[in-house]
């Protein structure tokens, strides 16, 4: 199963893959990595969208664990997505590329609030518009947010760039035998419940016929490989 042809992408990075090889934070000789990468998927014609996580910073459940009010973790997390937001613009911004970040928590003084034909604008201008602070809401991920994003930016796929090279039938990282699957079904992927993305992101993406793509970002050139179709990837389809 191929990827439709895509005109538009949402690419979601996690925000651990910031951090580079340390073990917190932003890296910016990194993020300048990943700007590139973000460049060149831009250079081939497509409208780019990003989402960026903020899990390198700080992720809500992680500071309830440890006796923080959940709605409060939660809030710090999508201002750590901001953050990274603007890292990303910076680096891309150093290489030439037009960007704007447009926050779904309104703070003026940083960035754009989101405005959804204020982004259409932006994308049609040739500029890269990073969504910052999720969906806005406690109790949600990045993911949930790149896929509400990506219905209400009408993107052809959500590609989604993590650590790992795809979704797995068991964590390749403990179980040296787990298989990748190169298709499997929204329906397979919320029913033996993988861990891709969360079930809400997933749900949304398969109301909405987005299909994702789970790639590894740490590949040098590896958006530009997976929009092409090739390299090693898994495509979450119907
Ligand atoms: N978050 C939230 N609502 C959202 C998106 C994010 O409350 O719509 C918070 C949540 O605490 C989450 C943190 O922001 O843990 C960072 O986002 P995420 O964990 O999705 O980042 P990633 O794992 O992609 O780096």
Redesign the pocket.
């Known amino acids: 199963m191929a990827l439709p042809e895509i005109k538009r992408v949402l690419l979601?990075?996690?925000?651990?893959v910031l951090m580079g090889e340390q073990e917190y934070g932003i890296d910016p000789a990194y993020v300048a990595r990943l700007a590139e990468e973000v460049k060149a998927a831009q250079e081939t014609g497509l409208e780019v969208c990003l989402v960026?996580?903020?899990?390198?910073i700080?992720?809500?459940?992680?500071?309830a664990a440890r006796g923080l009010d959940r709605t409060t973790?939660?809030?710090?997390?999508?201002l750590?997505?901001v953050m990274n937001a603007l890292a990303m613009q910076n680096a891309l911004e150093q290489q030439g590329v037009p960007t704007r970040v447009q926050s779904?928590i309104p703070m003026s003084s940083v960035c754009e609030p989101y405005i959804r034909r204020r982004a259409e604008r932006h994308l049609e201008k040739g500029r890269i518009v990073i969504f910052a602070?999720?969906?806005?809401?406690?109790?949600?991920?990045?993911?949930?947010?790149a896929a509400l994003r990506a219905a209400e930016m009408n993107c052809d796929a959500l590609l989604k760039g993590t650590s790992v090279d795809g979704v797995y039938d068991s964590d390749p990282k403990h179980n040296p035998e787990a298989k990748r699957f190169e298709t499997i079904a929204y329906d397979q992927v919320l029913s033996a419940n993988l861990k891709v993305m969360d079930a809400t992101a997933v749900a949304l993406c398969r109301e909405n016929d987005i299909p994702i793509v789970v790639f590894s970002i740490r590949e040098k050139g590896n958006v530009a490989t997976v929009l092409a179709g090739e390299g090693t990837q898994t495509i979450v389809q119907k």
């Open positions: 979601k990075l996690s925000g651990e960026i996580g903020g899990g390198n700080f992720r809500g459940v992680a500071g973790g939660d809030y710090m997390g999508m750590a997505t779904a602070a999720g969906t806005g809401n406690p109790f949600f991920t990045t993911d949930t947010g």
